[in-house]
Each structure stands twice: as C-alpha cells, then as structure tokens.
C-alpha cells in the first residue's frame, strides 16, 4: 500500500491486560513516530524512531509503554498492565526526513478502549 | 517549552463565506510549521510546511502564511467537504517530534 497501516483499527481490552498496536511504515520511509490523542486533547507525542533506534523516548507515559521496530520497518507499540486513562486513539506517522523535519504522513490509528 | 494554541476552537460558515484560522507559537527554535487536516475517524492528513516568516503556500482553497509569532490558515469560499479539524504543529530546536495545537473544528453549511 502506499500509505502508513496501523492493526487493528479497534481494540477493546480489559483493565490490566497488555496490548500490541502494529504499525507499517511508507516503504523507505527512515523516521517512524507514535502519537496518542485522547477524547478532548492535541495529539501528544510518545516515541521517535530513526531506522530501528529510538532516541527520543520522551513522551512514554509510563514503563508500562514500550515500542520497538524491526528492519527498519515495521513497529510495535506494547502496553502492559493497561489501565482506563490508556484510552485514546493511537497514531503512528513515517516521514522521510529524520530528526523531526520534513511532512510526516499519518496512519488511521488504532481506537483502545480499556475497560 | 514549546507552546501551540489555535483559535477558534470552532468555526462555522456558510458555504462560500472566506474565513481564516489562526495558530499562535512559542517555541525555541522553530524549524517548521505545519498544517494537517482530520475527518473523523482517520490519520490526520497533511496540508502544508512553512519554515519561516513571510513564507506563504496555497493548495485549492486554502492558503497558510507565517510570521514569527502565528500562522494563518485561509479559507476562501468554502464548501460543505472543506468541514474537518484543522490541526497547526510545530517542529523547533527542543526535540524530534511535532507539538500540536488542539485544533480548529470547522463546519462549513450549505
């Protein structure tokens, strides 16, 4: 596809449970980022990846969020232990550009909602 | 710290009456604005970059410009499927990731 996927597009879990969110990158694309926009808020920023590294893990909540990527490619955004405040839409975005400049192209999102 | 606010929270206008959407910015440093789009339900979609004041770009009916304090997002004669929220973010000197304003939320009637 020529745009940034993100699976599944809906999650519904039970309090305490851990969840995997997937996203898949445009093909080359070298910067990969997750954002979290919850009912009310701006969009706020988690994590930063430059190929498979991550140098800006500033915005993660809390240890319970972890992400890491592969091949310089795919990623995968884990929450353990999940709680009701982790409800939100979660939001990955690639840009050619690393560091932050150049247009960064969004996915549709993964919709959690914790129970 | 970096700081992005958009006014109004939400706009409505008749179809055909020309209007703007103003973002204001503190930041350290900019090294970009930019402009998305969002329908509900979905990624945002990009609009448009500035890099510095006195830079303006246009796409259809929408026009962004920039100064060093604020961006403008210019609506001339809107229609029914320009409705959407309108994000404004920035990019500066302080880190990787793009600081968004909480958006603008227009309607555009018939």
């Known amino acids: 596809g020529a745009g940034v996927s993100q699976s599944p597009s809906n999650k519904v879990t039970e309090k305490g449970k851990d969840v995997e969110l997937r996203c898949d990158p445009i093909s080359g694309h070298t910067a990969l980022y997750w954002y979290r926009q919850s009912l009310g808020q701006g969009l706020e920023f988690l994590i930063y990846f430059q190929g498979n590294s991550a140098p800006d893990k500033s915005g993660l909540p809390s240890d319970r969020f972890s992400a890491e990527r592969t091949g310089g490619s795919v990623s995968t955004l884990t929450i353990q232990r999940t709680q009701q405040e982790d409800s939100a839409v979660y939001l990955c975005a690639s840009s050619e550009s690393t560091g932050g400049l150049g247009e960064q192209f969004f996915g549709p999102g993964t919709r959690l909602t914790v129970l | 710290e970096d700081q992005v606010t958009q006014s109004p929270e939400a706009l409505r206008l008749q179809e055909g009456e020309s209007s703007s959407l103003n973002c204001s910015y503190t930041?350290?440093?900019?090294?970009?604005l930019f402009w998305y789009r969002q329908d509900p339900g979905k990624g945002p979609e990009f609009l448009f970059t500035l890099y510095s004041a006195g830079e303006e770009k246009e796409k259809e009916r929408l026009k962004a410009t920039l100064t060093k304090k604020e961006s403008f997002l210019h609506i001339t004669a809107p229609k029914p499927e320009d409705s959407a929220t309108y994000l404004c973010a920035v990019n500066s000197n302080s880190g990787y990731a793009l600081n968004f304003g909480k958006g603008t939320s227009l309607l555009v009637t018939p």
């Open positions: 930041v350290s440093g900019l090294r970009g």
